[in-house]
């Protein structure tokens, strides 16, 4: 029997038993569907915890002196020429900066906190949040702006506001006490409520003139695509022997072990799922094969041969799933398209920002792999699950499932 006469039988059986058949159907499909919206949700939330890690002034890779992560200062700095810039390929990097980061104490008339200085170039900082805060007053206009920059909430803690000076105090390179009073040139706000209340910013020029000393704590590098990442990453090295170069998820491990906790949720749920439905669909054949006993004795003794029996039962079951599979593939994509402009969140707010999520909105991310994972492992649990049934069709005495 050829496989499309095959495949013309096992369609029109399908239909013999039209309720039972619609019912699985149906539960395939929504079940499908699910698993696609759900593995969409989970990857747009580690694409924006990703983004997240990456945009809080980590970058995809980053440069620091040994030993800074334990004790850091400006006693952990490295001198850059002012003339250098990454060696890396173009179309691979979207940017870099430099920085000086030191802990800190800032003091307005009424309030002290301790907080984290940071001198920086805005003209590099299109790699970071920097470049998408929105600020209330100026911002600041180049390395060499002696103003600050303060947190909306750190603000509001200090009691202060935008044009009035603040006292910060740090440790100089010399490890003597340092301190200098900063107008203020404006108030940021951050999706990041912990960034608003500790980073305070200012040129990276007024900051090592503060320390005494003309190094950087760190560079930071963004790149295009995080596919690059492992060759960027061998590049620096090799530049900066002596010096530590991290990738953001050694910087960031609660969200890289986040990411990973989600890629692996993906696929227990899948299983889970499938699992029960591949239940559902074996009970399904069983019901259809005990049903057609005397069918399939009188076709075996008409000399029907076992394989094409066999084949029949496959086949099957096999259109059923692909069926289920198209149909929920299909509606599982079109919901993700649908919702392209995100879904809001805002209500779980508080513990988005614990997952690392600096967005209230969520955009579904439909992977083609993922599809085809999908497609391809419902298929081929669909045709393992109905070949077990089929060889109990099969072992019928032909004699006997006549008599049914």
């Known amino acids: 029997m050829s496989l499309v006469k095959v495949g013309q039988l096992a369609w029109r059986n399908l239909w013999r038993q039209r309720r039972r058949n619609v019912t699985m159907l149906v539960a395939l499909s929504f079940a499908v569907m699910g698993v696609v919206f759900l593995n969409a949700f ?19 890779v980053k440069v620091l002196q040994p030993g800074y992560l334990d004790d850091p200062g400006i006693g952990k700095s490295f001198v850059l020429e002012s003339e250098w810039s990454p060696e890396i390929p173009a179309g691979q990097m979207q940017g870099w900066a430099r920085r000086v980061r030191v802990p800190a104490v800032i003091m307005s008339e009424r309030e002290t906190r301790g907080i984290e200085f940071i001198g920086i170039d805005p003209a590099q900082e299109s790699i970071s949040f920097v470049a998408d805060w929105t600020i209330e007053g100026e911002g600041l206009q180049g390395p060499d702006d002696r103003r600050i920059l303060v947190g909306k909430s750190l603000a509001e803690q200090l009691e202060t506001v935008a044009g009035r000076r603040l006292v910060i105090i740090t440790q100089g390179a010399d490890g003597r006490s340092r301190e200098a009073g900063y107008r203020i040139a404006g108030t940021y706000q951050s999706e990041f409520s912990a960034v608003e209340k500790l980073y305070v910013f200012t040129g990276i020029e007024a900051a090592q003139a503060l320390l005494a000393s003309d190094a950087v704590t760190e560079v930071s590098v963004r790149l295009t695509d995080a596919k690059h990442q492992p060759t960027v990453l061998e590049s620096l090295i090799a530049t900066f022997i002596g010096l530590n170069v991290f990738t953001w998820q050694t910087l960031e491990p609660m969200a890289a072990a986040m990411m990973q906790l989600s890629d692996a949720m993906i696929y227990i749920l899948f299983i889970i799922i499938m699992t029960a439905l591949v239940f559902g669909l074996v009970n ?21 041969r076992a394989s094409a029996v066999l084949l029949q039962v496959v086949a099957e079951s096999t259109l059923i799933m692909l069926l289920g599979v198209a149909i929920g593939t299909a509606a599982g994509a079109g919901i993700c398209l649908w919702l392209s402009d995100g879904i809001d969140l805002s209500a779980f707010a508080e513990g988005l920002e614990g997952f ?49």
Do not use: C, K, W
């Open 284 to 304: 399904t054949v069983v019901t259809a094969i005990m049903e057609r006993y005397r069918e399939i004795g009188m076709l075996r003794a008409l000399g029907m």
């Open 42 to 60: 989970l990857r747009g939330m580690t694409a924006q915890m990703a983004d997240s890690a990456v945009n809080n002034m980590q970058g995809h």
């Open 356 to 404: 690392g999520m600096t967005s209230n909105v969520l955009v579904p991310v439909v992977l083609l792999g993922d599809l085809a994972f999908v497609v391809m492992a419902s298929v081929v649990m669909g045709v393992v699950a109905s070949f077990f049934p089929a060889l109990r069709a099969v072992r019928l005495n032909p004699l006997e499932a006549m008599r049914h």
